[in-house]
């Protein structure tokens, strides 16, 4: 199955893997690396995994496989950072053996971390695989040994054989733990267990289930407390587009409710809601420190082509961001720390029509937007590749993000405070925060040296414009 299989020392197959890393490295085309969100230093990643407030510092996993930059047989991939904006690339967590290392999350113990993890398992007989939990240990936040007692949560109560993506988190003395999963006949549905020490679990009930319209499976479940609410966060396979919503192959959202850990019984209150509008955001999950709730989403989607893979690596994570809940909606902030990679203003003032400007490949710019007035922002590279579009017409009222070639993603906007649009470009993305947070855009773009901004709209806009740091390796 994987090369860590083939050498019959894990702890050998680590350091093979480390220099097989550092010397890949050095084939890397930079033209779309990002400068500040997380990458993997070669090959592939998808969902991240395992977030984490720990010791004091943030840990980020993802699902990784170095050897090419296509999907592969499911490593952990590990950075973690101070103030969630300079990240540090930290060796590999966790390999494939007889299991590969799909999606899961972490809990922080004292001075010990603990992973959670599906293995999946090829079988002989259909469906050909086996999804079961899987726990890892370390001391150092550094390195994890797998524990020997490993699967120890195998079952689900209909025999599913998907069963993926726990999310693991403690209250009072307890463990509690969900897992995506679906009913026999194909609705996706999300699992809720309990433990007191990690490893033997109880079934407890069927936290939320799809009644047919919600998808045939539910992906990298989360589940947490948001002021006063609680919310559960998933990953749904199988919606149909319903006009402007959920035109990404798959989907991300949540659901509001309450919750009473007496009853285990999650009370929906608010529908289904699209966490992020843009192309690309999927797999999102959060971490909890100091009183505030983190998200992070893979900046990307299965089954859509990425232009970097030729370049040696392919896949990123978002922008981390603050949420809080207004009018039964998340609002999603870019950490506060974001504002330190502000390097050079660039523009201060308004900026005619017509009126161009060129930057590095890491900016940020504000627009005050006149809601009783169009915007037409074209953001593209300076020496040609990806064009991208945002306008606003007063007469629609929606805030629009146009890849080009009919490639749009839009949805109504009313402010519930500022009318500023903040965006951050990195060397192949865009994130388009709204107002205070309530509409969000994830997308990749990929334009070629650094990026040129022109205002096409009629009238004068109000733009103030940083060059942004590096902050990533
Ligand atoms: C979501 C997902 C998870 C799975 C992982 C495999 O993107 O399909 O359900 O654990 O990716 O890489």
């Known amino acids: 199955l994987s090369y860590a299989a083939s050498l019959n020392n894990y702890e050998e197959a680590k350091i093979h893997l480390e220099e097989y890393i550092q010397n890949k490295k050095k084939d890397i085309n930079p ?8 990458a993997p230093p070669v090959g592939w990643m998808n969902d991240p995994n395992g977030f984490t407030y720990h010791n004091g510092e943030f840990h980020i996993f993802y699902q990784y496989y170095p050897y090419d930059s296509v999907w592969g047989p499911m490593h952990w991939g590990h950075s973690s950072s101070s103030d969630l904006v300079n990240w540090k690339e930290l060796p590999t967590a966790l390999l494939p053996e007889e299991e590969q290392c799909f999606s899961g999350s972490a809990v922080s113990e004292g001075d010990q971390m603990i992973l959670m993890y599906t293995g999946r398992r090829s079988t002989n007989v259909e469906p050909l695989f086996n999804e079961s939990q899987y726990l890892a240990f370390s001391d150092d936040g550094v390195n994890f040994q797998k524990y020997e007692g490993n699967p120890v949560l195998t079952e689900t109560p209909n025999n599913s054989p998907d069963f993926r993506d726990p999310k693991v988190w403690k209250y009072g003395n307890d463990y509690y733990v969900i897992i995506g999963s679906k009913t026999l006949d194909n609705r996706g549905r999300v699992l809720l267990y309990k433990s007191n020490d990690l490893k033997s679990w109880e079934f407890l009930t069927i936290l939320g289930e799809s009644e047919g319209d919600m998808g045939y499976m539910w992906e990298c479940p989360d589940f947490f407390e948001l002021d006063g609410k609680f919310v559960l966060l998933m990953s749904p396979q199988g919606l149909e587009p319903q006009g402007d919503r959920y035109k990404n192959i ?6 509001i409710g309450s919750f009473n850990y007496d009853t285990n019984e999650f009370v929906p209150e608010v529908p289904f809601q699209e966490t992020d509008y843009g192309h690309d955001f999927y797999a999102a999950t959060t971490t909890e420190a100091n009183g505030k709730r983190y998200l992070v989403a893979w900046l990307s989607m299965w089954e859509v082509p990425h232009p970097e893979d030729t370049d040696g690596w392919a896949g990123q994570i978002t922008l981390p961001r603050e949420l809080s809940i207004v009018n039964n909606r998340i609002l999603m902030k870019p950490v506060e720390a974001i504002d330190n990679l502000r390097d050079s203003v660039e ?22 937007s006149d809601l009783e007035q169009k915007v037409d922002l074209l953001l593209e590279g300076r020496d040609g590749g990806g064009k991208v579009w945002l306008r606003w017409d007063p007469e629609v009222r929606k805030v629009v993000l146009d890849r080009g070639s009919d490639d749009i993603r839009q949805v109504e906007w009313s402010p519930i405070g500022s009318h500023t649009w903040r965006i951050f470009l990195d060397a192949s993305s865009l994130e388009l925060f709204c ?14 040296g650094g990026w040129k901004v022109t205002n096409h709209s009629p009238q004068s806009l109000r733009i103030k414009a940083f060059n942004l740091k590096r902050s990533v390796p």
């Open 347 to 368: 523009v201060d003032g308004d900026v005619g029509p017509n009126e161009v400007y060129v930057f590095g490949k890491a900016v940020e710019l504000l627009v005050d």
């Open 250 to 255: 798959y989907q991300n959202g949540y659901i």
């Open 31 to 38: 033209r779309y690396r990002p400068l500040y969100h997380v």
């Open 435 to 448: 107002g205070e947070g309530e509409v969000v855009f994830s997308s990749r773009v990929f334009p070629l």
